[in-house]
């Protein structure tokens, strides 16, 4: 595409849209001070956001666990934004359908990870306790891997990661079998601005595409990264601007962004492995994070 002078997307046979939806994260992975987060998203041009619903739950535990979960919804929505809640697979059936149930009368844009994506019977069965839109995909990597949701009907988004699937080509593939089903795509992307861009000129050519998972001032980011940032590794920044809960198609060549390396190359000096977090039950047990 970058020899031809033209942006991936007219290589996957041109744009559907102009701009692509997109949000952003708030809370971090043990989700508080929502309000105040989500009113600097709103401040930056997001409609719409995405948090943790829990900190770690055990198997069964008090529902009285869960009441943040609802609390936490209600003031995002209270402020006329969208909110999608991530269950990242940290609750057991016995739990995450209570929290199904609990955050319907609300409506979040969508559940993300009810369950792991393990257990595709039970995910099935949240599925026919709930209106609200179930998503996952993030641990899935290929058609075949998504072809029993698609089959038993249990998800309504699907989010494969563009550096884990197979990347372009094949999420566009994952995304056309979507299409058949009536299933949205909404791609994972917690990760740079390479990943961001690919996502985004899938976006801007697959019909199915609702909205796009951007990770500007993500707490993996804040915590980590030692001050970089979503933009910090480009020389055009303003191709990922936001308005009025966009972003405009990418008319660059190729994938649209310029990549700095001078910056990349400084970062990579003092760089660590990003390490695998976990959580400790009351009882010493490991919880899934």
Known sequence: ???????????????????????????????????????????????????????????????????????????????????????????????????????????????????????????????????????????????WDFKPYFENRSVDVIQPDISHCGGISEMRRIASMAEAYDVALAPHCPLGPIALAACLQIGASVPNHQIQEMSVGMHYNTDVAGGYDLHSFVTNPEVFTVGAGYVNVLQGPGLGIEVNEEVVREASKTAKPWEIKGFVGSDGGLREW
């Open 1 to 143: 595409a970058r020899k031809l002078g033209v942006p991936v997307c007219e290589l996957l046979g041109g744009k559907v849209r102009d701009r692509v939806q997109v949000y952003a994260w708030i809370g971090g992975d043990r989700p508080a001070d929502v309000e105040a987060q989500a009113l600097e998203r709103k401040s930056q041009g997001f409609t719409a956001v995405k948090m943790n619903a829990t900190e770690d739950v055990g198997w069964l535990d008090s529902p009285s666990v869960l009441t943040s979960a609802v609390e936490r919804l209600k003031t995002v929505k209270a402020l006329g934004m969208d909110a999608a809640v991530d269950f990242h697979g940290r609750l057991h059936k016995p739990m995450a359908k209570q929290l199904a149930k609990l955050l319907e009368p609300h409506g979040p844009l969508f559940i993300e990870e009810p369950l792991l994506s393990e257990h595709p019977e039970g995910i099935a069965q949240l599925s026919n306790l709930t209106t609200t839109p179930i998503a996952l995909g993030e641990r899935l990597y290929t058609r």
